[in-house]
Structures are given as C-alpha cells and as structure tokens.
C-alpha cells in the first residue's frame, strides 16, 4: 500500500514506523516577542481564549460573508500571541489550543511565568495514562478527552516555549526530556497504479459535477477547501490557469498567506473536462462547484457532497476507510515525486506553503528566492510537469496506451511497494539511475 507521512516538509512518501520506533521530538520554541511583560501573572492560556472569544462574537453578530471567514482565523491569531513559535503557522494553533483546554488542567489558568517544568511533567504523566482531570469536566461539562502519549508530548513542548519566553537567558530545562513513543504515523491513503482504472470506471457513473469536482481534485492535488471554493472569475480556460492570489477569503484552502501571487498551471485533460462543464454551468455562476440545493444557492458546494463522492468510491472498489478526499493530493505528490524526483518541484505543484517565503525574500532550505521573476516563470516551468503527470494518470486509469517508462516505475518488480521503487529511483541521489530507470523527460 502506498503511505504518506504526515512529518517533515521533504517526506513526501514513507512507509510507517511501528509503535516502538516512532518518537516525537519536542520543538523547543523561540521566544515571542508580543506578549505584554508588564503584567505577567495576567497571562494565562484562559486569558488569551476569552480575548479571542470575545473578538470572534463581534464577527459573528455580523452579517457579512467576509467577516465571517476572517473570524475562523481570528481565535487562533489571538492565541499565538500569547504561547508561539516562530516556526508554527497560525492554521496549526487550534490543535494547540485545543490540547492544552482540553489536557492542560492546571496548567490552564495557572500565569504562564509560574508554569515550572516539574507541574507540566506531572500534568504529562496523568495526560500518558488517562488519569487527568480535564477543564471540561472541572468545569461540569462533558469531554471527550481520552489523554495519550501525543497529547502528552504535546504539552512539554508549550512548556518548553513559555519557558524560552519568560526565561530567555536561562537554560531550557525541557531540552533532554525524552518523548514519549507515539505509535505509527496517521495513514494516508494514495491510489494504488492498480486501482485506477476501477476508480476511473466509478467516477464515470457520477452526476457531471461530482465527477468533475473529483477529477480538478486528483489533477490539481488541491485541498477539499481550495477545489470547493474555486471561482470562475479566475480561472483562464484559454490560457490554462488558475490565478491565486494573498486574498484569505478569494483563495480559501490555498495557503494564501504564505504563497506568492501566481498563476497556478492546469493541464490540458483537466482544461478540456473544465471547458465541458463551462458549457453547462448558469451565466451567472460565481463557483466552479454550486450546491444544487435550494437553501444554498450560489454557494459552492459542501464538504458532505465531497465525502459522498468518496464514500461510494470505496463501496464500489474496495478501498480502505482511510481513503478521504485528500487521498487525491496524497496521490498527487507520491507520484510526482516518483516520476520527477524533486522535492521542490512536487511542493510548487501542490502549492505548498512551505517552498515559499513572503514575495522578495530568500526561502530557505531551496535553490532560488520568491523574487518577481521566479514567480513569472514559475507558471510555465510547472506546466509541463503537470502535462505529464495528467499524460501518466491517463495510462493508468486505461485511457491511453502504457508506456515503457510508465511500465518500468510503476508495474515492475510488483513486489516492492511505491515508496521502495521510488527509493530504488533515487539511489544515491544520481540523476543518471533516475534516468535510466525513468526514460526520457522524467527526470524532473
């Protein structure tokens, strides 16, 4: 089966780790520098949540669709300010927020420069075994919560960051706690070669616009969000892209905030099933995929009808729970990196937050910097890729003849799995094997 892992900005492809191999390692977080220091016994995690709160219910008691969506993001921004890492994005601090409520208990209301590491240990212990008392349940409400080594994990690193913050000179006491096993990586479903033509034959046999939404997802590699949001506005069926720009609410699910403003390129099959569905879609349509729902007309459609895509796609060919929506941008960036072999190259091809920095500045741990002229070429240089990517989806879901190039990295030695021939592929990092493995023009 081919797997995904869901850690590291490079590893795009990799098999699981069993339970007594896998770790999480504790970031150790650098201090931020927007807290108020005045007042430091004020700053505790409940102060920060009631802020935010207070900030989104003004957003909700308006009616208008742009305040609405700013105010998804407003809670998490607010709470960074008080607990952050430079290096975490604001989209992963509900989970962050979430697990301190729900695990922190005392750590919750305690005044962040009071927090000492032997309180957070005790709290991660009682968090491991499931022995916590939770906020929800000091509180009288019911909770969910069942604790874990995750979780637990999770709170030596918020401590370690109030740490770094409070203490900045200070040796950082979290720094050789050791974590604890976590158990194997989430799965993440990808379309097996062999799979695909069952999957092609299925989709057929959906109405037109649910098999056009499930085809843009597999040849884009978009978030659900980002494909159920897409505007006719911009799109350029004549020139073949998608323009994408900083707006949070145009470009919802894209990752606007950390993308430059470019056209990102689509490729022909999916040009020709988009100019299809053109035909038939009212004049007036704002987005690509509109409920047909009365109550929600003009409003794209919901994440229900994509899951009910998914949800007889695996009665009718047998696949696993696991697989979800986002399998179609799991496949996407497995066999990108299969057939070109470039990290890089498969990040600009999901639009990948992590393969660019703000627009002029340098982006690290890649070959170039997000200058204006790089975003300028960048439309083009990925187009082909996605030609060809389109061209190899074709070949196996049996609309084209296969190739040899397409039979030697996917169907021979059917005993390795995807990730082994991709390993196999890219043996010592030497162009020449990915080459002559691969064939001409695979070579990225």
Known sequence: MLQVTRLGTRAFIAEFRQANDSKTHVRLGTPATNLDKADPDKL??????????????????????????????????????????????????RRYEQVLRMYGGPLWEMPTARITPQAVLDQRDKVANGTFLSWHTAKGSASTARGGPGSAND?????SMVWSWHRPKQPNPFAGIEPF?????REKHVFEPTDLPRIYTAVQRLQADRRTL????????????????MKWSRLNLDDGYYTLTNDKTECAGWKPASSPE????????????????????????VY???????????????????????????EQCGLPRTCTPYAARYTRATYCEILFGDTLLTQRMLNHQSDYGKAG?????TRMGATGGYVKTLTEQVRSKCDTYAATMKELCGLLPVSEQTKA????????????????????????????????????
């Open 44 to 93: 505790t995690l409940a102060a920060a949540r009631s802020a935010a709160q207070r900030q989104l219910d003004k957003l909700r008691d308006s009616d208008v669709r742009e305040n609405r969506q700013k105010g998804a993001d407003l809670l998490q921004d607010v709470f960074l300010n008080y607990v952050r890492a430079k290096n975490i994005i604001s989209e992963n601090s």
């Open 155 to 159: 709170l030596v690193e918020y401590g």
């Open 181 to 185: 096993p976590t158990g194997p990586a």
């Open 214 to 229: 499930f085809w843009t997802l597999l040849l884009t590699g978009g978030r659900p969000l980002a494909v159920l949001r």
């Open 262 to 285: 470019w056209n990102y390129p689509l490729d022909n099959w999916l040009l020709e099933i988009l100019r299809e569905h053109r035909m038939f879609a009212p004049d007036d349509a």
């Open 288 to 314: 690509l995929f509109e409920s047909n729902q009365m109550k929600r007309r003009g409003q794209p459609m919901s994440h229900t009808a994509l899951d009910t895509i998914f949800n007889e796609l695996r």
């Open 361 to 365: 500045q340098q982006i690290r741990g």
């Open 409 to 444: 990295i996917f169907f021979e030695n059917r005993a390795l799995t995807i990730y082994e021939r991709h390993e196999y592929l890219l043996q010592a990092g030497s162009p020449e094997v990915l080459k002559e493995v691969s064939g001409p023009g695979r070579a990225g």
